[in-house]
């Protein structure tokens, strides 16, 4: 069955670790990819998207990801966390439909 | 700008009772618009999809059902809710770019 694969459920580090998140996906042919963000509260966000081309794309807020074809990998980056990166995180793959697709997310806790 | 208008914010149901949930957009025409359910743990699920007046396409079955009666309305309803109704439902709407803004949602509490 098609999937979106978010294998880190939830995640806690301190301020200015370094953050990879993993999203993996089973569509077959060509996918736009997508990271969301819902901060405590708030709508959900667009992070960053790939569609074609580099296949490191630089999203806002710092926040960068990679497209891996071969391993079906589009793992979300970040040098160095803050507090108000504390978030849900939501990886979502289009193939052919109307429709996005989403992991199950993952809950990031930045401690002070 | 464009903006996604969802009514109500909160409502809390008790099962059996009919459900509307009501989705508006302003500063686009004919968009492509969509219902989706967010529950703790289990991400973000699509329960419709709209490319036009009428038009509408069900992922999954259920006894909810939507309607869109005008180009930039887009409802959710029920006959009778079940207490796995209860969630957040979100309207989303799809410009040609490709990726899906979202509305602030409506939390329904079935009891």
């Known amino acids: 069955a098609q999937s979106v694969s978010q294998h880190n459920h939830h995640v806690i580090l301190s301020e200015a670790a370094s953050l990879e998140l993993g999203c993996n996906y089973s569509?077959?042919?060509?996918?736009?990819l997508f990271w969301y963000v819902q901060y405590p509260g708030q709508h959900l966000q667009l992070l960053l998207k790939?569609?074609?081309?580099?296949?490191l794309v630089k999203g806002i807020k710092g926040f960068e990801a990679e497209f891996i074809k071969s391993k079906f990998s589009f793992n979300l980056r970040k040098p160095s966390v803050q507090w108000s990166d504390t978030a849900e995180y939501f990886c979502?793959?289009?193939?052919?439909?109307?429709?996005?697709?989403f992991g199950k997310g993952t809950s990031l806790l930045v401690t002070p | 700008s464009q903006t996604i208008h969802q009514w109500p914010a909160t409502l809390v149901q008790p099962v059996g009772s009919p459900l509307s949930l009501e989705c508006t957009v302003e500063?686009?025409?004919?968009?492509?618009l969509y219902w989706y359910r967010q529950a703790a743990g289990r991400g973000l699920q699509l329960l419709f999809y709209?490319?036009?007046?009428?038009?509408i396409s069900s992922e999954v079955p259920q006894n909810l059902s939507a309607s869109r009666p005008q180009d930039r309305q887009f409802i959710l309803s029920s006959k009778k809710l079940l207490l796995s109704d209860s969630g957040f439902y979100l309207c989303a709407r799809r410009p040609p770019t490709g990726e899906l803004f979202f509305g602030e949602g409506s939390r329904l509490t079935v009891l």
């Open positions: 790939y569609f074609s081309g580099d296949p």
């Open positions: 569509y077959g042919g060509t996918v736009n």
């Open positions: 709209s490319v036009g007046i009428g038009q």
């Open positions: 500063g686009t025409s004919n968009p492509n």
């Open positions: 979502a793959v289009k193939n052919s439909g109307y429709a996005l697709n």
